[in-house]
């Protein structure tokens, strides 16, 4: 029997470990988004893919990081987000929604070596890593309680795999539960506040658990806003002069700066993170109905 199959080999323990804790977000995220991506487009504006490209720079607090010169760190980032609007509820005039979602992020980072992954050191390491998300989120527009708002309350349950290229074949594992707000149309277009609790493996097996994590998002449309259909007129109804034109609308830009700042902690002495990210985001979506002359 080959030994690296075995039970005792603690090489496989991660990667035994991570399968049964990725949740069901992370499978029905995949089905859905690649499954009907390609009918999604043509129904009613249901799927956001993003891509984003910058640099991170990350300040990895541990006395151990400090002293292997591991504390800041900085590294060119790629991401790319899948968003598919799965239904709306049966609600007017802005219904909640359900989504789901996935996400890969491409970076180099540092992190704390946990158990199954060789060296076993539980020193701070720095690798490029692709970490792989997805997950289910319920959207609620404020305009159901002011139609000014131009927001929307969000909360989603995610969770995922790291893959380090000094991990062998172990994965570390992320899960959180997440709530926030976030910005609808307009020049800050997808801007984001949101706080999270959860687990991450990337800081070790002992800081692990019980982690809280805060994100801020700052978004900007470059470009001039692509026009918005005005809402249909009722059957029987008149329409009136500001229904009848087509508005230079705040539909989403296609190409967007963001600036993003995330920490992380567990409260307690042990590895914690802050990192800002800086960059240009692209809705392929957008970009290629603004192209089509859509």
């Known amino acids: ?10 090489r496989m323990h991660g990667c035994r470990r991570g399968f049964p804790r990725l949740g069901p977000g992370l499978g029905l995220a995949l089905a859905l988004i690649f499954g ?10 249901r799927i956001h893919l993003d891509f984003r490209f910058g640099r991170q720079a990350e300040r990895f607090q541990s006395p151990q990081a400090d002293s292997l010169g591991l504390s800041v760190t900085q590294s060119v980032l790629g991401q790319l987000d899948c968003d598919f609007r799965v239904m709306d509820m049966p609600m007017k005039p802005q219904p909640p929604s359900l989504w789901v979602f996935t996400r890969a992020t491409a970076l180099d980072r540092v992190y704390v070596p946990g158990v199954g992954t060789p060296p076993v050191s539980g020193l701070p390491a720095r690798s490029i890593m692709l970490d792989i998300v997805g997950g289910i ?27 380090a290229a000094s991990s ?18 307009g020049v800050f277009d997808g801007s984001e506040m949101d706080v999270g609790y ?39 109804a008149k329409p009136t002069p500001a229904t009848a034109a087509t508005p230079a609308g705040d539909g989403r830009r296609p190409l967007r700066g963001f600036l993003e700042l995330m920490l992380d902690t567990d409260g307690r002495p042990g590895p914690d993170s802050a990192s800002l990210r800086v960059g240009l985001a692209l809705d392929v979506g957008g970009a290629l109905a603004l192209l089509g002359g859509e």
Do not use: C
């Open 1 to 10: 029997m080959d030994p690296a199959g075995s039970a005792e080999n603690p």
């Open 36 to 45: 009907l991506a390609p009918r999604a487009r043509a129904a009613e504006d």
């Open 137 to 163: 989120g319920v959207t609620v527009p404020l305009g159901i309680v002011d139609k000014s708002r131009g927001a929307e309350f969000r909360l989603r349950y995610e969770g995922g795999v790291v893959i």
């Open 168 to 185: 062998g074949e172990s994965f570390l594992q992320t899960s959180a539960v997440h709530m926030g707000f976030r910005r609808v149309g």
């Open 198 to 236: 959860g687990h991450n493996d990337v800081f070790g097996p002992d800081a692990a658990a019980k982690r809280w994590s805060a994100r801020t998002s700052l978004f900007v449309g470059i470009g001039p806003a692509p026009r918005v259909a005005p809402p249909p007129t009722p059957p029987g």
